[in-house]
């Protein structure tokens, strides 16, 4: 009996020892740094938030694209950058990397639902070039994205009617060296920095509208891109070439607003126009009452004329 009681009594220490000897759980790479009570967290010692401090989109609106650029585009092509923009059409540049593990994929899951709704034909009326900021992405994976991002956008016209049928012909998906997505991406103001504490760029979200002579005219931030508002952006970039009389009656009176992302009536045009409404309207109602003037007048004449006449 006293030598099991010893021996349990022995476990017991020892399963005590274990316990203390033991240290608590290290942090998980990749997930903030622990934080010992009553310590304040310093977030500018925090390697993910500082691999992103400072970055941002620019609006450089009005920049010129560099065209002579080389590129290579998803059959594996070195190209010129203004080959690729040569139809003629505006065109909404998506920069993204294929490996990315999440914003990137947002910002193409808003672009698919935005194109899908806005009325506009992909391949007819606009283009779109999904450029990857990461020199390491191949040909091969540019064409694998290809396939991937298409069928996603089948996949939703399907749900809103939309036509896609030219969209493998107008949705381009290009890759290239170092200094030539630099220059791309520094003309469109999309900022991105390798961030070596977990393998990833670090980017801001936002799509990039292109006239189509390679200028940017729209740069609309965000995960999220309202149809409406893709769609007046590409008629604006196009001057006119694209979309409706409607879509230009518009853009007479609203401008794009980048504090709510959309378009908005501008004051001042909406003035004009309305004292162009006005200044139409007294002018129609001087006519008018000119024209019946004109002919009532003779017989009221007429008719005085024959009263003051002495009667015989």
Known sequence: MTASVSRSVLKMLLLLILTLWIPLPLTVMGQTPSVTPGEIYNQELDPVLKSIDGLTIHDRLGQQLPLETVVRNESAEQVSL????????????????????MLCNLVVEGLIESVSQCGLKIGVDFEVVTLSIDPRDSAKDARNRQKLLITALEESATLSGADVSDAEAGWHFLTGQQASLTAITEALGFEYRWNEYNSEYAHGAGIFVVSPDGVLTQTLKGIEFEPQTVRLSLVEASDGRVGSWLDEFVLTCFVYDPTKAQYGPAALKVMRLGGLVTVLGIASYLLYSWKRGGRDGDPVISADQQREQPQS
């Open 82 to 101: 203004g080959t690729v923009l040569d139809s003629g059409l505006p065109v909404i540049f998506n920069p993204v990397y294929f490996s990315c593990p």
